[in-house]
């Protein structure tokens, strides 16, 4: 009778987990709609597909291999990386959750205590035990499968952390290099402006010697150059900061890279940037994907705080040996089994439920929040950056210009000096002026890259080789009802 009863149970049981149903909302994403840039022009932008490897455009191989070693050491990327595998864990140990729990246990016990029904004295107890404990929860309300679904986006939204990650690393080491490029080259600037004043001043001292000129023109040309001399130390400690800080990124101590980052000319970008179709650049974003599979976790989470409104079915059992003497452990005498199926209900505790369910649904309407929010702040960098790359294109020209008349006007300046047609105030001016001019382009030309560095991370570009691991969905991972 007991064999029949079990098998039958059993059956019941299982019949009903497969006819169970999910409670809670069932999450649809809502494809981001197609994006029409405001401030994209021909002179300065063009269609064509950029690389995956953006920064290859510059034609700097220096700048190659550091983007190369960031993407590959820098510790920002090796923790992203690490929650993914957590993330993968806890994914797989969710989708268990479907299938029984078996583990193998041994035990002994010794007790003296009653039988009741047998005797009223206190005996000697000695139990031996032997086999499988098996547990498994009957979905019967979507509890294991909403847990299954939350931490599937979990590994999604982990997932596309990492390529946010990765975006900005890369976009940080080429800014960090472009800057420190621009800084070396005001440096060089203001090297070769201290020796042609250093020269100038040479002259004027000799001029004074001469009773050509008086001593003002002697202290004006020595203010000149000290001032000039002056900018060199914030130059020196910017370009420190750049070469220690592209060290740290690429998981270096600062100054493991000075001998890697001699001073070299790098020209600005000037030609058409390549970006591509911007229509999808909501889809490309990694930070939108991150804030839209927050939205699926917390939206998976009210389906499992609804599920603890109902009751939870767990079935438990063993099978194996049970016995009073460890020397009949394993015989067929000792062979033993049970099953003992579970119902749990907060039938008096609705109040804790209705709570978590309430918190659930907060927190969901955060996330769909923060999701609008990214979707704005995304529209709103892509915007910023392309408006700002053409107005330092538009910039560079103009300084530029200004330096080439500025060098010709200092030149004639330094002529006319010498033949006695100006006085020295009017050099310095024409002097002070080119100085400015130059540095100045230095500075544009910085901008100008590093603007270009701005639109390419806005568009959330990540290198093929270095993009995130395959999704749940494309890992075959998927959990039921997703």
Same mark, same amino acid.
């Given at each position: 009778?007991?064999?029949?009863?079990?098998?039958?149970?059993?059956?019941?049981?299982?019949?009903?987990?497969?006819?169970?149903?999910?409670?809670?909302?069932?999450?649809?994403?809502?494809?981001?709609?197609?994006?029409?840039?405001?401030?994209?022009?021909? @002179?300065?932008?063009?269609?064509?597909?950029?690389?995956?490897?953006?920064?290859?455009?510059?034609?700097?191989?220096?700048?190659?291999?550091?983007?190369?070693?960031?993407?590959?050491?820098?510790?920002?990327?090796?923790?992203?990386?690490?929650?993914?595998?957590?993330?993968?864990?806890?994914?797989?140990?969710?989708?268990?959750?479907?299938?029984?729990?078996?583990?193998?246990?041994?035990?002994?016990?010794?007790?003296?205590?009653? @039988?009741? =029904?047998?005797?009223?004295?206190?005996?000697?107890?000695?139990?031996?035990?032997?086999?499988?404990?098996?547990?498994?929860?009957?979905?019967?309300?979507?509890?294991?499968?909403?847990?299954?679904?939350?931490?599937?986006?979990?590994?999604?939204?982990?997932?596309?952390?990492?390529?946010?990650?990765?975006?900005?690393?890369?976009?940080?080491?080429?800014?960090?290099?472009?800057?420190?490029?621009?800084?070396?080259?005001?440096?060089?600037?203001?090297?070769?402006?201290?020796?042609?004043?250093?020269?100038?001043?040479?002259?004027?001292?000799?001029?004074?010697?001469?009773?050509?000129?008086?001593?003002?023109?002697? /202290?004006?040309?020595?203010?000149?150059?000290?001032?000039?001399?002056?900018?060199?130390?914030?130059?020196?400690?910017?370009?420190?900061?750049?070469?220690?800080?592209?060290?740290?990124?690429?998981?270096?101590?600062?100054? @493991?890279? /000075?001998?890697?980052?001699?001073?070299?000319?790098?020209?600005?970008?000037?030609?058409?940037?390549?970006?591509?179709?911007?229509?999808?650049?909501?889809?490309?974003?990694?930070?939108?994907?991150?804030?839209?599979?927050?939205?699926?976790?917390?939206?998976?989470?009210?389906?499992?705080?609804?599920?603890?409104?109902?009751?939870?079915?767990?079935?438990?059992?063993?099978? =194996?040996?049970?016995?009073?003497?460890?020397?009949?452990?394993?015989?067929?005498?000792?062979?033993?089994?049970?099953?003992?199926?579970?119902?749990?209900?907060?039938?008096?505790?609705?109040?804790?439920?209705?709570?978590?369910?309430?918190?659930?649904?907060?927190?969901?309407? =955060?996330?769909?929040?923060?999701?609008?929010?990214?979707?704005?702040?995304?529209?709103?960098?892509?915007?910023?950056?392309?408006?700002?790359?053409?107005?330092?294109?538009?910039?560079?020209?103009?300084?530029?210009?200004?330096?080439?008349?500025?060098?010709?006007?200092?030149?004639?300046?330094?002529?006319?000096?010498?033949?006695?047609?100006?006085?020295?105030?009017?050099?310095?001016?024409?002097?002070?002026?080119?100085?400015?001019?130059? /540095?100045?382009?230095?500075?544009? @030309?910085? /901008?100008?890259?590093?603007?270009?560095?701005?639109?390419?991370?806005?568009?959330?570009?990540?290198?093929?080789?270095?993009?995130?691991?395959?999704?749940?969905?494309?890992?075959?991972?998927?959990?039921?009802?997703?």
């Amino acid at each position: 009778m007991v064999r029949r009863i079990a098998p039958e149970l059993l059956a019941t049981l299982v019949t009903a987990a497969l006819a169970a149903c999910a409670v809670g909302p069932d999450y649809r994403p809502v494809p981001p709609p197609p994006v029409t840039a405001r401030n994209l022009d021909a @002179e300065h932008f063009t269609s064509a597909a950029a690389p995956d490897s953006w920064w290859q455009q510059f034609h700097d191989p220096v700048l190659a291999r550091l983007e190369q070693r960031a993407l590959s050491d820098d510790l920002d990327i090796a923790m992203a990386i690490a929650r993914v595998r957590g993330a993968r864990a806890a994914f797989t140990q969710a989708n268990l959750d479907f299938a029984p729990h078996v583990p193998i246990e041994a035990g002994y016990s010794r007790s003296k205590e009653q @039988e009741p =029904g047998f005797t009223d004295d206190r005996i000697d107890i000695d139990s031996y035990t032997a086999g499988f404990d098996a547990s498994w929860e009957l979905d019967l309300f979507g509890h294991v499968r909403r847990s299954a679904q939350a931490a599937g986006a979990q590994l999604d939204m982990q997932q596309a952390s990492l390529a946010d990650t990765q975006v900005s690393i890369a976009a940080e080491v080429a800014r960090n290099y472009f800057q420190l490029r621009g800084s070396q080259r005001q440096l060089a600037v203001a090297h070769d402006n201290i020796a042609n004043q250093r020269e100038a001043l040479r002259l004027t001292q000799i001029r004074y010697d001469a009773g050509r000129v008086t001593e003002l023109d002697v /202290d004006s040309a020595l203010s000149r150059l000290k001032a000039t001399e002056a900018t060199l130390p914030l130059l020196q400690a910017a370009e420190k900061r750049s070469g220690y800080r592209l060290a740290v990124l690429l998981g270096l101590k600062p100054g @493991e890279l /000075d001998d890697e980052l001699v001073a070299a000319a790098i020209p600005a970008w000037t030609e058409p940037l390549p970006i591509g179709d911007v229509s999808d650049l909501l889809r490309r974003r990694p930070d939108v994907r991150v804030a839209e599979r927050n939205l699926a976790t917390a939206t998976a989470r009210v389906g499992v705080a609804t599920a603890d409104l109902f009751p939870r079915v767990t079935v438990t059992g063993f099978v =194996g040996f049970l016995t009073g003497d460890s020397a009949q452990l394993g015989l067929a005498s000792s062979r033993a089994w049970a099953i003992s199926p579970v119902v749990s209900w907060p039938a008096l505790d609705f109040g804790t439920a209705h709570a978590r369910l309430r918190a659930a649904k907060a927190e969901s309407a =955060g996330a769909l929040a923060a999701y609008q929010k990214a979707v704005l702040g995304a529209l709103e960098d892509f915007e910023n950056s392309c408006v700002n790359y053409s107005r330092q294109i538009a910039r560079l020209s103009s300084v530029v210009e200004q330096a080439e008349a500025s060098r010709r006007a200092a030149q004639m300046a330094q002529i006319q000096y010498r033949e006695g047609q100006i006085n020295f105030l009017v050099l310095l001016d024409a002097q002070r002026t080119q100085l400015q001019a130059e /540095d100045e382009v230095a500075q544009a @030309e910085t /901008d100008v890259n590093t603007g270009a560095v701005a639109v390419y991370k806005a568009l959330g570009g990540v290198p093929a080789a270095a993009s995130h691991a395959p999704t749940v969905a494309a890992a075959g991972l998927a959990a039921p009802g997703r």
